[in-house]
């Protein structure tokens, strides 16, 4: 007999063993087929990566593809006893698995307390373990699950909810998934399916077929369910209550050609509500059906905003999560944010790492803060849109006063006041401790987001949007002003001897302290997103990320450097070093002489100014915040947050401050 022929003989006598009934024998007997036999010198081919090819469920198109190219090198194992290379093959192909890899699907973040009834066993879900089909899957209060089935489905399983795999297989390029949803919320990113795959969504009285979409599902009540869509479309049909499948077949049939022929096709920003009456059912029969038909409440898909999404923050939170990387995701995960009124100062630690305070006695109709922490006085002030500003310590509110203008750009606290640039063009200073006002002053233009104030040597300095720099004492006496002919694009920053700021169209103007004169200019060439002065040179990033550095005393360009991505945050300059930060999630870390020393991705939009104090960055973006090790880059500790509503975030010796949803206090121990 030969070698191959042994081979596969015992193949035929392992196959009629019950015991090896898991191993997909067809693909097996494909393998040998395909395999040259030598005995020659040949180099010994991977047999393993072979095998590793027959495990998965590949077609037959790939597997032929494997074969062509890895068999090009004969096997070299004649003095190998064809029972032990088998015996080999079939411990490869069995172990750790008593089901194909793509008949399970994967929990890839969990947290809480998720469990898994599977039979007669209760299974406590940790990360990466396995789900299979007929799995029932729980979550408890304030617990979810993330699960991954293949590369192109993610679902999450919220707070309270049931869920069944019903049904769970990829062969080949053939997906068919059915969840059952028993109560709670799911919600699903599923990419473009192939035309005869099959995704469905199933509750008590609906069931919906998915092409690529983003949507949720949530429960309300025993029997009524809501579908919202993110992205994509879904068909929508009303099902017979499980606890009516009793009826008779004649029946059933009759009312679900009648649901299918009235399904509903939802899309995009769309909701649909489906109710159900189980009166309809009972004494149902053949005489009384089509009047019955004709009251049942079919699904109707409404356009409708975010705000009526019942799902609307979860499905916001899983879609920015879903595209983020792994790596990413699970860290964001890691950990959820307490609350509980802070007792102790402002300053001083917490033994939770994240704690929130009650904010109820600010106004309502403000649509963003600016968040400010006053050192010499312990207190935290909160600056609305609408002109309330309100200061607090640890436990209760100290002074609260309404300037009755709209706050323009981030104000600035020295020496026990608060200096503010407010709507018609006025600039104001309010006594911290108190919350009296001390002076007003009308200027010539308002500041705005991007445009703030500086104080620099005890003077306040002000650049407004016709085009007028401003010196005034801290006292709110005009020094001097200097007129430019076009807005300010950027916040103006302080050197020894001179104010720097740059104007519309990325020009960048020194203007000497003392007297007001502009005695430097230079071009950027575009918009410019922050400025920064140390010795005799200006840093300046344009928004479109190039960096400039330009010494003032040679007049001269030194050095340049294109960080490819968009900047919208300042430079933060330490050390001799710059920090910069892109909008797409990077951070930067550069000499003075224009060498790259790090880069660090964290994922996120970054269109909050970061902060730093003498050991890290500490950057917030939209649902998480990051603290990045100064020296070497990486990320060393991160948190998922509510979503931040304040424009800014503040820091004290120890903590960070933010306002967040629910108009909250978030503070974190750094």
Same mark, same amino acid.
């Given at each position: 007999?030969?070698?191959?022929?042994?081979?596969?003989?015992?193949?035929?006598?392992?196959?009629?063993?019950?015991?090896?009934?898991? =191993?997909?024998?067809?693909?097996?007997?494909?393998?040998?087929?395909?395999?040259?036999?030598?005995?020659?010198?040949?180099?010994?081919?991977?047999?393993?990566?072979?095998?590793?090819?027959?495990?998965?469920?590949?077609?037959? /198109?790939?597997?032929?593809?494997?074969?062509?190219?890895?068999?090009?090198?004969?096997?070299? $194992?004649?003095?190998?006893?064809?029972?032990?290379?088998?015996?080999?093959?079939?411990?490869?192909?069995?172990?750790?698995? %008593?089901?194909?890899?793509?008949?399970?699907?994967?929990?890839?973040?969990?947290?809480?307390?998720?469990?898994?009834?599977?039979?007669?066993?209760?299974?406590?879900?940790?990360?990466?373990?396995?789900?299979?089909? @007929?799995?029932?899957?729980?979550?408890?209060?304030?617990? $979810?699950? *993330?699960?991954?089935?293949?590369?192109?489905?993610?679902?999450?399983?919220?707070?309270?909810?049931?869920?069944?795999?019903?049904?769970?297989?990829?062969?080949?390029?053939?997906?068919?998934?059915? +969840?059952?949803?028993?109560?709670?919320? !799911?919600?699903?990113?599923?990419?473009?399916?192939?035309?005869?795959?099959?995704?469905?969504?199933?509750?008590?009285?609906?069931?919906?077929?998915?092409?690529?979409?983003?949507?949720?599902?949530?429960?309300?009540?025993?029997? #009524?369910?809501?579908? *919202?869509?993110?992205?994509?479309?879904?068909?929508?049909?009303?099902?017979?209550?499980? %606890?009516?499948?009793?009826?008779?077949?004649?029946?059933?049939?009759? +009312?679900?050609?009648?649901?299918?022929? #009235?399904?509903?096709?939802?899309?995009?920003?769309?909701?649909?509500?489906?109710?159900?009456? #189980?009166?309809?059912?009972? &004494?149902?029969?053949?005489?009384?059906?089509?009047?019955?038909?004709?009251?049942?409440?079919?699904?109707?898909?409404?356009?409708?905003?975010?705000?009526?999404?019942?799902?609307? *923050?979860?499905?916001?939170?899983?879609?920015?999560?879903?595209?983020?990387?792994?790596? +990413?995701?699970?860290?964001?995960?890691?950990?959820?944010?307490?609350?509980?009124?802070?007792?102790?100062?402002?300053?001083?630690?917490? *033994?939770?790492?994240?704690?929130?305070? %009650?904010?109820?006695?600010?106004?309502?109709?403000?649509?963003?803060?600016?968040?400010?922490?006053?050192?010499?006085?312990?207190?935290?002030?909160?600056?609305?849109?609408?002109?309330?500003?309100?200061?607090?310590?640890?436990?209760?509110?100290?002074?609260?006063?309404?300037?009755?203008?709209?706050?323009?750009?981030?104000?600035?606290?020295?020496?026990?006041?608060?200096?503010?640039?407010?709507?018609?063009?006025?600039?104001?200073?309010?006594?911290?401790?108190?919350?009296?006002?001390?002076?007003?002053?009308?200027?010539?233009?308002?500041?705005?987001?991007?445009?703030?104030?500086?104080?620099?040597?005890?003077? +306040?300095?002000?650049?407004?949007?016709? &085009?007028?720099?401003?010196?005034?004492?801290?006292?709110?006496?005009?020094?001097?002003?200097?007129?430019?002919?076009?807005? $300010?694009?950027?916040?103006?920053?302080?050197?020894?001897?001179? =104010?720097?700021?740059?104007?519309?169209?990325?020009?960048?103007?020194?203007?000497?302290?003392?007297?007001?004169?502009?005695?430097?200019? $230079?071009?950027?060439?575009?918009?410019?997103?922050?400025?920064? !002065?140390?010795?005799?040179?200006?840093?300046?990033?344009?928004?479109?990320?190039?960096?400039?550095?330009?010494?003032?005393?040679?007049?001269?360009?030194?050095?340049?450097?294109?960080?490819?991505?968009?900047?919208?945050?300042?430079?933060?300059? /330490?050390?001799?070093?710059?920090?910069?930060?892109?909008?797409?999630?990077?951070?930067?870390?550069?000499?003075?002489?224009?060498?790259?020393?790090?880069?660090?991705?964290?994922?996120?939009?970054?269109?909050?100014?970061?902060?730093?104090? #003498?050991?890290?960055?500490?950057?917030?973006? @939209?649902?998480?915040?990051?603290?990045?090790?100064?020296?070497?880059?990486?990320?060393?500790?991160?948190?998922?947050?509510?979503?931040?509503?304040?424009?800014?975030?503040?820091?004290?010796?120890?903590?960070?401050?933010?306002?967040?949803?629910?108009?909250?206090?978030?503070?974190?121990?750094?």
């Amino acid at each position: 007999m030969s070698f191959d022929s042994e081979i596969k003989d015992h193949i035929r006598r392992l196959r009629s063993l019950s015991k090896y009934k898991d =191993i997909n024998w067809d693909k097996l007997i494909f393998l040998f087929n395909n395999l040259e036999l030598d005995c020659d010198d040949s180099p010994p081919v991977d047999y393993r990566s072979l095998l590793g090819a027959a495990r998965r469920n590949i077609s037959h /198109d790939e597997t032929k593809g494997i074969f062509q190219k890895k068999i090009s090198a004969k096997l070299k $194992f004649a003095l190998i006893p064809a029972a032990v290379l088998l015996a080999i093959i079939v411990s490869l192909m069995t172990n750790n698995s %008593s089901v194909p890899l793509l008949e399970r699907a994967r929990a890839i973040s969990v947290f809480g307390d998720v469990r898994v009834a599977r039979g007669s066993k209760k299974i406590i879900l940790k990360k990466d373990d396995f789900l299979l089909k @007929d799995d029932m899957v729980y979550t408890g209060k304030k617990s $979810f699950v *993330e699960i991954a089935f293949g590369d192109s489905h993610l679902y999450r399983l919220s707070e309270r909810s049931k869920l069944r795999i019903s049904k769970i297989l990829k062969k080949g390029n053939l997906t068919t998934v059915s +969840l059952s949803l028993s109560s709670g919320a !799911v919600l699903l990113n599923i990419k473009k399916l192939f035309s005869k795959d099959s995704v469905s969504v199933v509750t008590p009285t609906s069931v919906a077929a998915v092409r690529g979409t983003i949507f949720g599902v949530k429960l309300k009540g025993e029997f #009524n369910t809501r579908y *919202e869509v993110y992205e994509g479309k879904i068909k929508i049909g009303k099902r017979i209550p499980d %606890s009516h499948n009793n009826l008779d077949e004649a029946l059933k049939t009759k +009312l679900k050609e009648y649901f299918e022929k #009235n399904s509903v096709i939802v899309k995009k920003n769309s909701i649909c509500d489906v109710e159900v009456n #189980n009166r309809i059912y009972s &004494g149902l029969n053949k005489s009384n059906i089509d009047k019955r038909l004709k009251r049942i409440k079919l699904p109707v898909a409404v356009k409708a905003s975010k705000k009526k999404f019942l799902l609307a *923050e979860e499905l916001i939170d899983f879609i920015q999560n879903s595209k983020d990387p792994q790596e +990413l995701r699970e860290l964001k995960l890691m950990l959820k944010p307490k609350t509980g009124k802070i007792k102790n100062s402002i300053a001083g630690k917490k *033994e939770h790492p994240v704690s929130a305070v %009650s904010l109820s006695s600010l106004k309502k109709k403000a649509k963003y803060h600016y968040l400010l922490y006053a050192k010499n006085a312990d207190l935290l002030i909160f600056l609305y849109s609408n002109g309330i500003v309100e200061a607090r310590d640890s436990e209760n509110e100290k002074w609260i006063i309404n300037i009755k203008r709209r706050i323009a750009s981030k104000p600035v606290i020295y020496k026990n006041r608060l200096y503010i640039a407010a709507e018609k063009e006025i600039l104001l200073a309010v006594n911290v401790s108190g919350g009296k006002i001390l002076w007003s002053k009308k200027i010539s233009g308002k500041l705005t987001d991007n445009v703030g104030l500086v104080i620099s040597d005890g003077y +306040l300095y002000a650049a407004t949007t016709k &085009g007028v720099l401003y010196k005034l004492s801290l006292n709110g006496r005009k020094i001097w002003e200097s007129d430019f002919d076009d807005f $300010f694009e950027t916040t103006p920053v302080a050197g020894k001897h001179m =104010i720097v700021a740059s104007v519309n169209g990325g020009r960048v103007f020194g203007v000497d302290k003392r007297s007001g004169f502009k005695v430097i200019r $230079f071009l950027v060439k575009s918009k410019v997103s922050s400025i920064i !002065v140390n010795k005799k040179n200006i840093y300046a990033v344009s928004k479109a990320g190039k960096v400039i550095c330009y010494n003032y005393d040679m007049d001269e360009v030194l050095w340049s450097y294109d960080l490819k991505a968009d900047v919208g945050t300042d430079i933060i300059f /330490d050390d001799n070093s710059l920090f910069l930060f892109t909008t797409e999630g990077k951070v930067v870390k550069m000499s003075s002489s224009g060498r790259l020393l790090w880069t660090s991705e964290i994922g996120n939009r970054i269109t909050r100014n970061p902060l730093s104090d #003498n050991r890290n960055i500490f950057v917030a973006v @939209d649902r998480a915040f990051y603290v990045i090790d100064k020296n070497a880059g990486n990320v060393k500790w991160s948190v998922v947050v509510p979503r931040i509503r304040s424009k800014n975030v503040a820091i004290s010796k120890s903590r960070v401050f933010f306002v967040s949803d629910k108009k909250g206090i978030t503070i974190l121990n750094k």
